[in-house]
């Protein structure tokens, strides 16, 4: 079966600290998709990140970074400097089997507040 | 690019009205759209898998008749939620897949909020 678990459900930081959201997926398949995605308090969903199965590399985009590790099975998400704006709802995603029925299998969302 | 939109982003109706919502992707084709349910502070529920030119695959629970989907196009799909009752209120949200490029990434539209008075 596949899950994604988001372990912390709300975090709040002052702005200009560091955080990081943590995502642990479970699945036998070998070939994958993990995704990040934002919700503000508009309610649209805002892709930032894929990354597949087979690649292991590390990400920086601007303030934001992620680190994948297939040995953990995790796939975390770190903010740097926080900004007001950074305050919304983020998802870890995966997706298993890619092509014509791919499902997105979401955690459960973790509400990140930035305080100013 | 890969931009969604939805339409309504709100309504309100009496129960026992249907209720269509319209989700459309603008600058990319889309043979899939996925449509979402997500209750306040909770996760994303996929309701349907909507196939251009074919049936709607419906995930376990989800009634077919209750929420009719059609996806004409390869830049439309629709949800009707019909004879819409209290419990129907919900935040509806729809994504694509584009067809061409980024094959795995779902993009999402900005959500319907659907109030059944």
């Known amino acids: 079966a596949q899950k994604v678990t988001q372990a912390q459900t709300e975090i709040s930081v002052v702005e200009k600290e560091d955080v990081t959201l943590d995502c642990v997926y479970e699945?036998?398949?070998?070939?994958?998709?993990l995704f990040w995605y934002k919700q503000p308090p508009s309610g649209e969903l805002v892709f930032l990140i894929r990354?597949?199965?087979?690649?292991?590399q590390n990400e920086i985009s601007g303030r934001y970074s992620w680190n994948f590790q297939k040995s953990t099975s995790s796939f975390n998400f770190t903010i740097t400097a926080s900004q007001v704006v950074d305050s919304a709802v983020y998802f870890c995603?995966?997706?298993?089997?890619?092509?014509?029925?791919?499902?997105?299998?979401f955690g459960t969302g973790t509400l990140l507040a930035v305080q100013p | 690019g890969a931009v969604v939109s939805q339409h309504p982003s709100r309504v309100i109706c009496k129960s026992g009205t249907s209720v269509k919502i319209e989700c459309r992707s603008l600058?990319?084709?889309?043979?899939?759209m996925f449509w979402y349910r997500q209750f306040p502070k909770q996760s994303l529920m996929l309701m349907a898998t909507?196939?251009?030119?074919?049936?709607?695959?419906?995930e376990q629970g989800v009634e077919k008749d209750k929420f009719l989907i059609n996806h004409a196009s390869l830049t439309l799909s629709t949800l009707t939620v019909t004879s819409a009752h209290p419990e129907d209120s919900s935040f509806y949200i729809c994504?694509?897949?584009?067809?061409?490029?980024?094959?795995?990434?779902?993009?999402f539209g900005p959500g319907t909020r659907l109030l059944v008075l």
């Open positions: 600058d990319f084709q889309a043979t899939t």
């Open positions: 995603a995966l997706s298993v089997s890619p092509g014509a029925t791919n499902k997105l299998i």
């Open positions: 994504s694509a897949r584009d067809s061409l490029f980024s094959f795995e990434t779902q993009y």
């Open positions: 909507s196939n251009e030119g074919s049936k709607a695959t419906y």
């Open positions: 990354r597949n199965s087979f690649d292991e």
């Open positions: 699945t036998r398949d070998t070939t994958y998709y």
